[in-house]
């Protein structure tokens, strides 16, 4: 496959506020190869020890900006969504105090009229045929054209509830999914594809114009659920709900009415410790706290009846853990009270009434009380 490399060298003359930081030395370097593109940034001012740099890059479309993590000053970026993205690089001198940037924009430029329709045969939902359409333009014997559709299935949309399949951006697939060899299906040439699939499930198809002549491609993706839920049922999620009762730190947990069709997975995180800390599977569950504080119920309800699921989430907030009363701490001539403390260790000098402390003896002993009212 014939490749197209473009080598950019940009000098700047850096302005600075503080005239001991001499940046005329800097030069940045790119390079691109299709979508992948290089910068290099060198420059006898990078010798410096108290010099240091930083490679950023904006994405115009979603307006995020990401760190890239560079190799000896130099980092990759493969661009796999149309549109408009700025590089930035930003050179600072910490013993001097004084910094400037380089950047550099760059424009992904789709291939006009590109597009990708699909159609599932009637009798077995496997067999799809897929059309690339003709780029505006270009003739449709041009013989520069090469078209290929590739497809990828695994764990990573496998384990999504249906919401974030469906919502899934273009933006998400290319900075969250890493494409691995595990999870590569199959991968076609031509620009018209009768293609049966061997499973059911979700699949990522990658759609690709590439212009060998120029060395100019376009990508896109689609989401396929081979086989999915398009004549499945809608889900009735009008039974669920969400309720507890609690004596101190006991709580019962309850998740809407039966239903045979749903199922529940429940987790519970610690906003203190900031930890999920345990997993429920019953719509009904008894969980006692090991500590007072805030905590998260998240649910996960899947219907199998309509084969979809859903979330939602509620709060808690345990203030009571069983403690002896106070005036049950056993008394010893030979023991003194060296403190009193809250939770988390910190001295307290007056105790409020249903709190839990602790207290201190001189023999090193702990014990965990609560004032009466």
């Known amino acids: 496959m014939k490749k197209l490399l473009l080598m950019l060298v940009v000098l700047f003359s850096a302005i600075t506020a503080n005239a001991k930081c001499d940046w005329s030395t ?44 560079d190799n000896k000053g130099i980092c990759e970026v493969q661009f796999n969504v149309k549109g408009k993205y700025k590089m930035y690089l930003k050179v600072w001198n910490k013993c001097e105090k004084c910094d400037t940037a380089l950047y550099r924009e760059v424009n992904i430029i789709q291939f ?19 059309e690339l359409s003709y780029i505006k333009g270009s003739s449709v014997k041009d013989t520069c054209m090469d078209y290929y559709l590739m497809f990828y299935s695994g764990p990573w949309m496998a384990k999504m509830s249906q919401s974030e399949w469906d919502n899934l951006t273009d933006y998400q697939i290319w900075m969250e999914y890493d494409f691995p060899d595990a999870d590569f299906i199959d991968y076609t040439e031509t620009r018209i594809v009768d293609y049966t699939f061997k499973n059911s499930g979700r699949v990522l198809m990658i759609a690709q114009w590439y212009n060998k002549c120029v060395g100019q491609d376009t990508f896109i993706f689609r989401k396929l659920d081979v086989c999915g839920t398009t004549t499945k049922p809608k889900c009735d999620w009008s039974k669920l709900g969400f309720g507890y009762n609690n004596k101190c730190n006991t709580y019962v947990f309850e998740l809407g009415s039966l239903d045979t069709c749903i199922s529940y997975t429940t987790y519970i995180y610690n906003f203190k410790t900031g930890r999920w800390i345990d997993t429920f599977k019953t719509r009904i569950f008894t969980k006692t706290f090991a500590d007072t504080g805030k905590y998260k119920i998240y649910v996960i309800a899947k219907n199998k009846c309509g084969g979809c699921d859903t979330a939602y989430s509620n709060f808690v907030t345990v203030t009571c853990q069983p403690t002896s009363s106070i005036k049950n701490i056993v008394r010893d001539e030979d023991l003194r009270i060296i403190g009193y403390y809250d939770m988390i260790g910190r001295k307290v000098e007056y105790m409020e009434v249903d709190v839990p402390y602790i207290i201190i003896y ?12």
Do not use: E, H, I
């Open 112 to 130: 006009p009229g590109a597009k990708v329709t699909s159609t599932v045969n009637a009798s077995n939902c496997k067999k799809y045929k897929f």
């Open 362 to 373: 001189s023999n090193g002993k702990r014990q965990k009380v609560m004032r009466s009212k």
């Open 26 to 69: 800097l030069k940045l370097q790119q390079w691109n190869n299709r979508n992948v593109y290089k910068w290099y940034v060198s420059g006898r001012v990078l010798d410096d020890t108290c010099v240091d740099w930083m490679f950023m890059v904006y994405d115009f479309q979603t307006k995020k900006t990401d760190t890239v993590y």
